[in-house]
């Protein structure tokens, strides 16, 4: 199946990446050789196999419920662009 | 031709935990602005999520009140979505196999009829942060530490017929979390909220009608408004020829009405799929053995018992096990004053409920404690007092503290139990009201209240009114 | 001699035949001498190495420390060091300094390694030739024109070049083996969940662990022994005890079973690196081990799942880099979603930016079934072909990677012929299964691999594997041309910088 723009441009909106308009054939037509490439994945039987999402057999752990973590807000806020109050900010959205 | 309504709800309840789902960060409600969100829920780069255990025990212990199935392996996913607060541009949830699924729970509506409502599932999530859209000079404002705090979803089958219905579920299950002592039932404060999916059919169909879900209702007078609105809308739109966009809506309880949120909506594909930082979770019968032990009494269970172990009618006793508060509270009472049982649900269905509305108070709040009660009930119990003097007793350790043998002695309301001083008493008022004696004596024995009530007075309301009637019936007779 | 091991190092300090101090120093010389050219790192801090140093060094006098005490390190920045610059490679974090140390950091400082920088990486370590770095191209010692591999090529590089006796990786899909590969050095791959990914910038969750790039399997060894272990902070981390694995090495490999995928051995494994790997073997059998042939017959499927299953986990992981906590913000942004796409767009490079739409695509409405889950049941199958094979031999063997280092600029238009670089390293990730590369000899004066692959937490006779064979040969010994340049004449043992390896054929034999 060929990836069209129009599918490129939809899957950068999910993704929330800008393509430039001088980057946009550039991007279709690799990731189209890259999606034709795993495509190839289509032709192997994999009737009923259990699909692995991991490589380790092994059960969550869990952790006691106790409060580890004290407030180091500023240390956390120095790498952040938009901070007011406390707060961080973007611009404003509208609901 | 009429229309049928049908709803299925989502309700997300905060678990009551200390710390957050997947990070050592606190769950306390109301602190400063991103002062308990921690690296993992900051969704700092490399940082990793480890599972609460208390959370994983909550879950199931809502799974066996509801006679769910408890899943033996559950997984978490992840919903990729962007949005400010949600800082890793997804939510930890679960999608295929969540946690609890398959249960039921019964709902009473007041007007005595009762249904049942399918649990179609509850999974655990983490919420996501708050965004404040004013006072920023045009911008949004992100506070994150909401972030992480573990909810449990419980979704419902489309099984409600009425907003009354759902306004019913909804409270039952928020009985039931707090019997659980898994969430605080906050509503104010977010902690229990849920979203409405609501269609509407033509009458004896059984294909659904389209579906909008109102999201965040946090109140059940909203629920029920939401509804109604809904509703309405619905039908109109159809009446008219038009059809239901599937849509997700907000209630707005300032202008009671519901209004479509595409901007949140627009071209959502949430891209599920197993979140690869946490691993499945397993829960074995062990497990679940060690849960059931510790489960506490439920509403009906305790509404039963109270009517089998203290006398109650099932009025009183539903009205006790409404909370699991009122019912400590009330045991507490029991427990200090043996054998009150009936007059302690008296007591607290009566003056308690009706001092605790007039303050707007809950029940943890109340001025007056189990003990204090207690110590009123057994002066009245042992004739000490009178009910109606009790009243003013209660009211006084309402309003100023103490203890009810203090206040008694202090406003000199003991009751006057000493036949010699009530014949006395009978004795000047049967002298002051000679025609009234003769009337007695001529058969209208109905006078006999006129005579009490002028003896309680001239006692000031302290003789034992049992003793009052029998020495004056023979009084009266003799 | 200017290129010493850590073992070699850690002697020396002991002897106090030189200081933590002059080591660091040392260190920071040749990195400023040499990698103008090179590129291999992304910062260098003499300030903290220093006093890293002279803490070792009072450790030292005191008679405490371990081997790793007062040895000159550097990690790959994809490692969050607290207070230092973390890049990841990317524009979009050329600005970020955490506020924490990640558990690999943070073992290896308990354990007195000192930490003279951060080495360059692909972006994100999405690369297998460390050019899509932010920070330019790393360049191989072994020739300047061609590249390193990567991601891990910063680590390679610096390691292979001299200027500091190993360092971090990570490998998601070869990221550690392929680059040792290339620059002729040991670079080793643990089991996932050995090594805590806490603090390690994530590619891809499932596949990603940390590792080492070092001169010989003895100090991968003592690395891997300092950094291993559970971590509560990472679920996917396993709570097994961590032997001693530098105490394991030196055990005999007759009657072992190596086992040799006939898949690794086809028409795309360039001749002369098949020519060296098949050397290779003839020392273990020599050494009485026995070579069986093998099959992995879903091998052919590794690349393909490998690009679906690490784009998907990669859109999602770096959903977080949004302009809002930290990294880079585009500030041209009027609204949200230009605040996010801007930001984005401009913060990550076009491999990324691939990266992440592939993996959104094979995540979205219609296409899950088709591509992820279909990848996910591909990976199961992987992951069979080698227990099957574990159940019969102890070891895998075979080349690291199809060729020897390729030109810088040569595949880089092609991001599939890119991908297929990876074609013997991939698997093993799908299967978390641990992995290791050592030098076995060259083709055209390059530097050839040969790939080791154990079963699950078989670190230890894979270590073995590789250091009996390193006792053998010299390959893991030669000096790429310049070598260590610029070290301060006499600063170690009043040793001057050799002439290197030659460059030309071949030349190594066994010893």
């Known amino acids: 199946m060929k990836l069209t723009r129009q599918d490129v441009e939809q899957i950068a909106h999910l993704a929330r990446l800008e393509i430039g308009t001088d980057e946009i054939d550039g991007v279709v037509e690799k990731l189209d050789r890259i999606v034709s490439f795993v495509d190839q994945l289509q032709a192997a039987d994999t009737g009923s196999v259990a699909p692995m999402a991991h490589p380790l057999d092994m059960a969550q752990r869990l952790r006691p419920d106790a409060v580890t973590e004290q407030n180091r807000r500023d240390d956390y806020q120095r790498n952040a662009a938009g901070v007011a109050d406390g707060f961080y900010t973007v611009p404003r959205v509208i609901e | ?478 | 001699m200017s290129r010493r091991t850590i073992t070699e190092l850690a002697r020396a300090l002991r002897a106090r035949e030189v200081s933590s101090r002059e080591l660091a120093a040392v260190a920071l010389a040749r990195i400023e001498a040499a990698d103008g050219e090179l590129n291999s790192f992304i910062s260098v801090e003499p300030a903290m190495a220093l006093a890293a140093a002279d803490r070792a060094d009072q450790q030292l006098a005191r008679g405490e420390g371990g081997p790793l005490t007062g040895i000159p390190f550097a990690h790959k920045d994809i490692f969050c060091t607290a207070g230092v610059k973390t890049t990841c490679g990317s524009k979009m974090l050329a600005g970020f300094i955490p506020p924490y140390d990640a558990t690999v950091v943070s073992r290896l400082a308990e354990a007195g390694i000192v930490m003279v920088g951060k080495t360059n990486m692909d972006e994100f370590a999405m690369g297998s030739s460390n050019e899509t770095s932010f920070f330019g191209p790393v360049r191989n010692p072994w020739d300047p024109h061609r590249s390193p591999g990567g991601s891990s090529g910063g680590s390679a590089a610096a390691v292979a070049a001299g200027l500091v006796p190993a360092a971090t990786g990570t490998d998601t899909g070869g990221s550690i083996r392929q680059p040792a590969a290339l620059t002729g050095i040991t670079g080793l791959k643990p089991t996932y969940g050995r090594v805590s990914r806490y603090g390690m910038v994530a590619f891809a969750s499932s596949l990603d662990q940390a590792g080492v790039l070092t001169l010989s399997a003895e100090d991968a060894a003592l690395l891997l022994g300092a950094m291993a272990g559970f971590d509560p902070r990472d679920s996917t981390s396993a709570d097994l005890p961590v032997p001693d694995y530098a105490a394991q090495l030196g055990s005999a490999v007759a009657g072992k079973r190596i086992g040799l995928p006939k898949e690794f051995f086809d028409a795309g494994l360039e001749p002369a690196s098949a020519t060296a790997v098949r050397e290779a073997l003839r020392i273990y059998e020599r050494l009485g081990a026995k070579l069986v042939e093998i099959s992995l017959p879903s091998l052919a499927l590794s690349v393909p799942t490998y690009y679906i299953v690490a784009p998907a986990e990669c859109s999602s992981n770096l959903s977080r880099f949004d302009g809002v906590r930290f990294g880079y913000r585009h500030e041209g942004a009027q609204t949200l979603e230009e605040l996010y796409k801007k930001s984005r767009g401009h913060g990550f490079g076009a491999e990324v930016k691939r990266r992440i739409l592939t993996g959104t695509y094979v995540l979205s409405a219609g296409y899950y079934d088709a591509y992820y889950l279909k990848a996910q049941k591909a990976r199961q199958l992987i992951a069979d072909d080698f227990r099957r094979c574990f159940a019969d031999v102890d070891i895998i063997a075979g080349p690291t990677a199809p060729t020897p280092a390729f030109r810088l600029g040569e595949k880089v238009d092609d991001p599939v012929q890119m991908y297929l670089n990876d074609i013997y390293t991939i698997a093993v990730n799908l299967a978390g299964l641990p992995g290791l590369s050592i030098p076995c000899g060259f083709s055209a004066g390059l530097p050839v691999g040969l790939q080791l692959i154990g079963p699950h937490f078989g670190e230890g006779p894979l270590l073995n594997f590789a250091h009996v064979y390193q006792r053998e040969t010299d390959w893991h010994t030669r000096l790429p041309p310049g070598a260590a340049v610029g070290a301060p004449s006499g600063a170690i043992n009043g040793g001057i910088a050799p002439e290197g390896a030659p460059t030309g054929a071949p030349t190594g034999k066994p010893r």
Not at chain 2, 56 to 66: D, Q, S, T, Y
Not at chain 2, 102 to 131: F, M, N, P
Not at chain 2, 138 to 148: F, H, K, M, S
Request: glycine share 8%.
């Open chain 2, 1 to 478: 031709m009429s229309w049928e309504t049908v709803i299925g709800l989502e309700i997300h309840a905060q678990l009551a935990t200390r710390s957050k789902i997947f990070s050592g960060a606190a769950t306390a409600y109301g602190a400063e602005p991103n002062t308990q969100a921690c690296l993992v829920d900051l969704g700092y780069p490399g940082v990793l999520p480890v599972l609460n255990a208390e959370v994983v025990r909550m879950a199931v212990k809502f799974g066996l009140a509801i006679g769910a199935s408890i899943a033996p392996r559950s997984i978490f996913a992840r919903k990729n979505y962007f949005y400010p607060d949600l800082p890793k541009g997804y939510q930890i949830s679960q999608y295929e196999l969540p946690i609890v699924h398959d249960g039921r729970l019964g709902i009473e509506l007041e007007d005595g009829s009762s249904t049942s409502v399918h649990i179609i599932r509850a999974h655990l999530e983490e919420d996501a942060g708050k965004s404040l859209h004013e006072n920023f000079a045009g911008l949004t404002a992100i506070d994150l530490n909401r972030a992480g705090t573990p909810l449990i979803e419980i979704v419902s089958a489309p099984d409600m017929r009425s907003a009354r219905e759902a306004v019913a579920y909804m409270k039952k299950i928020h009985q039931l979390v707090r019997y659980l002592g898994i969430c605080d039932g906050n509503m104010q404060e977010g902690s229990f909220r849920c979203d409405a999916n609501v269609s509407v059919r033509r009458t004896g169909t059984d294909q659904l009608g389209t579906r909008t879900e109102t999201k965040n209702l946090n109140s059940f007078r909203f629920l029920e408004r939401a509804i109604h609105y809904e509703v309405e809308r619905q039908i109109e739109v159809l009446e008219s020829g038009g059809k239901i966009i599937q849509e997700t809506r907000l209630y707005d309880p300032d202008r009671d009405e519901t209004r479509s949120m595409r901007s949140k909506e627009e071209a959502n594909d949430y891209r599920y799929f197993p979140d690869p930082d946490l691993l499945p979770v397993l829960i074995g019968a062990d497990f679940i053995a060690q849960v059931q032990a510790e489960m506490p009494e439920l509403p009906e269970a305790k509404r039963a018992r109270f009517v089998a172990e203290h006398g109650l009618g099932t009025a009183d006793a539903a009205l006790l096990a409404a909370s699991i508060e009122l019912a400590a509270w009330f045991e507490a009472v029991v427990m200090a004053a043996p054998g009150s049982a009936k007059l302690a649900a008296n007591w607290i269905n009566g003056e308690l409920m009706a001092a605790l509305n007039r303050d707007g108070l809950a029940i943890e709040a109340s001025r007056i404690s189990p003990a204090q009660l207690a110590g009123l009930l057994r002066r009245i119990m042992d004739d000490t007092i009178s009910g109606k003097l009790a009243k003013q007793v209660f009211e006084l350790l309402w309003s100023e503290g103490g203890d009810a043998d203090t206040i008694i002695d202090k406003q000199g309301l003991r009751q006057i139990t000493d036949s010699g001083a009530i014949e006395a008493v009978i004795d000047k008022v049967l002298a002051a009201n000679p025609g009234q004696v003769a009337e007695y004596r001529a058969g209208k024995t109905k006078v006999i209240g006129f005579l009490v009530g002028q003896i309680m007075k001239a006692s000031a309301g302290k003789a034992n009114p049992a003793q009052v009637n029998e020495l004056l019936k023979r009084k009266l007779q003799g």
